[in-house]
């Protein structure tokens, strides 16, 4: 069997099933292996981060890695922006690259470049294959790494000689390593604090942000009184349905560290101790509060549900614990029929006709809160944040998730600054016909920066405001986004958002809104 | 004075007047400071990777740096595959990537990454400032060490808190190596070789490559009969207007090969020995002919121009010597009305009007040879090649070219695939008003990677060939180029294609053709 192939097999037999490409001619034997593997599907991308974001997506949903295949270092390095996220995210995923044939190797070609240098930017587990008969093995060890707890960008890269060479048979199902089980000594410890009655948070993240670790964590604040915050930057959030919510820490550091006030002990699952965004003068960047304790109940690599499991358990359920574990779901906010079309007012219109069980790709950057917090009262759904704050996500990781739920509308909630580093994206949503509903809110302007230049001491003269305006040209995303095949409509008023977003979310996907909001 | 004007002020006085940028929080205190020094012009791109085309492209036509400032690991991240085109040409680019506080640089902060690493794949110069004073000599020494023979990408990397401390005044210019000189001994020696009377060809590369290396080339052939060949990856070109031309070696290494048959001697005059651009099943990757031995004129890194010069005193002008160097400038291509438009029929439309002294860039992968070979017949221009293979790069470089040399138009020949890379170019080119007129030449597919799949040994089944695929959704570049504020049309017939690119010509840009070809 020839290299590619059982590259391919291997692949399918490790449960990676799934391929998001950009291949060149170093790939082209992949592609072309694609007729002998049908388990394999395989998603064209029109740029490597739209492959990335969307392998990060895709693993944020169904907790397994999708590949990408992206061509030699500088296909691999426009694919690193989304794999940061990725690997901020813990998210699996393997990445594989082609690379010049071994003797093409020894000669200075235009394309000659250090790629696990590109790779280990953004990879722990880097693996260039030594041998044709090596890639099965390889490959295999790739699946494993990137599944190991808590899940990373493993980069597998495949000299092109290798893929048309004789390789044997593929690899079968590696071994896995599973996530760390729960320090029994350490459930009991961080019990007995909680049990003491000071004032206690919990802060999660990684696993312990979906459904079972959020009602975990609300029935141990029924029983004990401890306060729960949600970590900023995890990988995806169970919202909405009256679920309990979690306080998540606000972006600035001022906000964040008044939520966190007076907490004797901050308790860390899965997560690490939190941190503020950027650094600003004359403020620290660590969030926990001064004289406050911090303890491990489950690291990132744990079993952070199965720890506050235990936690509970050992505290006692206490009464009540199961009642206040949910909430009653709010009413939906209200809406002012001809009021000015403001971020407000299109969270206040997305609360009111959330798809049930949708996925909410976030991106907003400044109007985020204005936006996110209506949705509380929305039926339940998944929210998939920023995790490592390289802008270009949303797009991509809306791919993915579409591809991996097709079940579930997937909106990708967007600012028009935001939208243009990946706008690629609208292509494979066409193509694949992704259902997807991309609201794109246009200020015009990279408005997060207006604030960030005033927190960092800055004062933006006309020169200054200039590099933040992006006007003259307005960016037309109508005309943006049928020119990459999805249909688009552009509201500027909160009656028309309304109507758009309304008859959007009643039809298959895709389809984008441009809401132009002051 | 704060660090972020003393680092401007230390570009200006250094040469360094134009910035292409794309910040964020950590460079606000840089573009606060464009008020304090209006030496220093900036312009905005929405992606990063037209930041670093774009300084690409003026280098190649001013052969002096501009900067880049970007955002922290993820941000020079997308701007590699454009940096990794820009080593290849040797391009000169001062490189300025943000970096967190010191302070927070020892926290794990969402988008913390190993900066130095990302700069790495591309830079040899790769400096973080250590404290605020330094900043100023270390921006002089990155400009210098950019403008080092050959040329390179220089990475400054600078935390937040440099830039809002107090950081003494700017640094003056740095002292900056030349070219080497030529090596007399080498000269005579290659001039024996010539004299001799044997088969000898130059390779020219580099500067060479320009008018008077590639005049003083045309009379050595004149003179001595030496075959002359350009590079094929040389970052500029000098083309048309009746000059001598060398033979410009093929993309394909069978063409290269046979175009070099018979060499008994190659002289390489700033440049490396040639190479295919990939490597194939049983197809050797260095290109000079079996049992021709390799000289070297002029080292990369070496005056060229000066070298053929003196090779040129060596050998003698010879009679006629002058006449040679120039050839009758050809007619123009005949066209042939309500033909099929074919990339053959656009590069005799192109040819017939070419504005005078046009900029070219080309980035046509699968058309290009179809298209160039009629530009011979055309007034001079200067042509600027793909030189590190990553696509993506021809729309940034022509934003580059049109800021470097506001007199000259500037012309873009792309394909749909290679457009869709680094899209965003066109609204910095509607921002700045640039003259440009992009020609889009969309033939709906990978085509490129048809042929490649073949000559890898591949077979393009239906799975496969779906992977090449560019329709479903067809991309419609009226609509994309209009959305980021760029006037277009499209050409399906060479009638109309005829009709727009000479109305197109007549106006300053931008201006976008999208012309769809069989």
């Known amino acids: 069997m020839k290299g590619a192939e059982c590259l391919l097999r291997t692949l399918t037999a490790n449960g990676v099933d799934t391929c998001f490409m950009n291949p060149g001619t170093s790939e082209m034997q992949f592609v072309s292996a694609l007729d002998q593997v049908p388990a394999m599907r395989s998603l064209l991308c029109l740029f490597e981060g739209v492959c990335s974001g969307a392998a990060d997506g895709y693993a944020r949903m169904l907790r397994r890695p999708a590949a990408t295949l992206l061509h030699l270092g500088p296909g691999l390095g426009n694919g690193?922006?989304?794999?940061?996220?990725?690997?901020?995210?813990?998210?699996p995923v393997v990445s594989i690259v082609g690379q010049h044939t071994t003797q093409h190797l020894r000669v200075d070609a235009p394309l000659s470049a250090d790629i696990e240098a590109f790779a280990r930017t953004v990879s722990e587990h880097v693996r260039t294959v030594a041998c044709a008969a090596d890639l099965g093995g390889d490959a295999a060890a790739a699946v494993a790494?990137?599944?190991?707890?808590?899940g990373q960008v493993a980069t597998l890269i495949v000299p092109a000689d290798f893929s048309w060479s004789e390789a044997g048979p593929p690899a079968g199902l590696a071994p896995r390593a599973g996530f760390a089980e729960p320090d029994r000594c350490r459930v009991r410890e961080i019990a007995s604090l909680v049990r003491r009655g000071g004032s206690v948070g919990l802060l999660l993240g990684g696993s312990?942000?979906?459904d079972r670790g959020i009602e975990t964590a609300g029935q141990l604040a029924a029983a004990t009184g401890v306060r729960v915050f949600a970590s900023r930057y995890g990988a995806r959030l169970a919202c909405g349905g009256g679920r309990?919510?979690?306080?998540?820490?606000?972006?600035?550091?001022?906000?964040a560290a008044s939520a966190l006030a007076g907490?004797?002990?901050?308790?860390?699952v899965e997560c690490k101790a939190p941190v503020s965004f950027f650094g600003y003068p004359g403020r620290p960047s660590v969030l926990v509060p001064e004289g406050s304790a911090v303890h491990t109940l489950a690291p990132i690599e744990g079993d952070g549900v199965q720890a506050l499991a235990a936690l509970l358990e050992e505290c006692g359920r206490g009464p009540g614990a199961q009642d206040h574990a949910t909430r009653p779901k709010g009413s939906p906010p209200e809406l002012t029929p001809g009021a000015e079309l403001t971020p407000d007012a299109v969270g206040r219109t997305l609360a009111r006709c959330l798809p049930h069980d949708a996925i909410v790709s976030e991106e907003l950057v400044s109007s985020g809160a204005a936006v996110l917090r209506h949705l509380e009262a929305a039926p339940r759904f998944d929210l998939l944040p920023v995790t490592g704050g390289s802008i270009g996500q949303?797009?991509?990781?809306a791919v993915g998730a579409a591809v991996a739920c097709p079940g579930r509308k997937v909106i990708a909630l967007e600012a028009d600054g935001s939208s243009m580093y990946t706008p690629q994206s609208l292509w494979t949503m066409a193509r694949e016909r992704l259902d997807v509903v991309i609201v794109i809110l246009a200020n015009r302007r990279y408005r997060i920066l207006d604030i960030?230049?005033?927190?960092t001491g800055g004062s933006a003269g006309p020169r200054a405001s200039e590099m933040l305006d992006l006007r003259h040209p307005e960016l037309d995303w109508v005309k943006l986004s049928e020119g990459m095949g999805v249909e688009a409509t552009r509201a500027t008023t909160t009656d028309e958002f309304l109507a758009q977003w309304t008859e959007a979310v009643k039809r298959p996907g895709p389809r984008l809104i441009e809401a132009v909001t002051a």
């Open 263 to 268: 907490l004797e002990h901050l308790v860390l």
């Open 208 to 210: 312990t942000l979906l």
């Open 394 to 397: 949303g797009l991509p990781v």
């Open 452 to 455: 960030e230049m005033e927190r």
């Open 80 to 91: 690193l922006a989304n794999f940061h996220n990725a690997r901020k995210a813990h998210s």
């Open 244 to 255: 309990f919510a979690p306080l998540r820490l606000p972006y600035f550091p001022e906000a």
């Open 145 to 150: 790494a990137a599944c190991a707890p808590p």
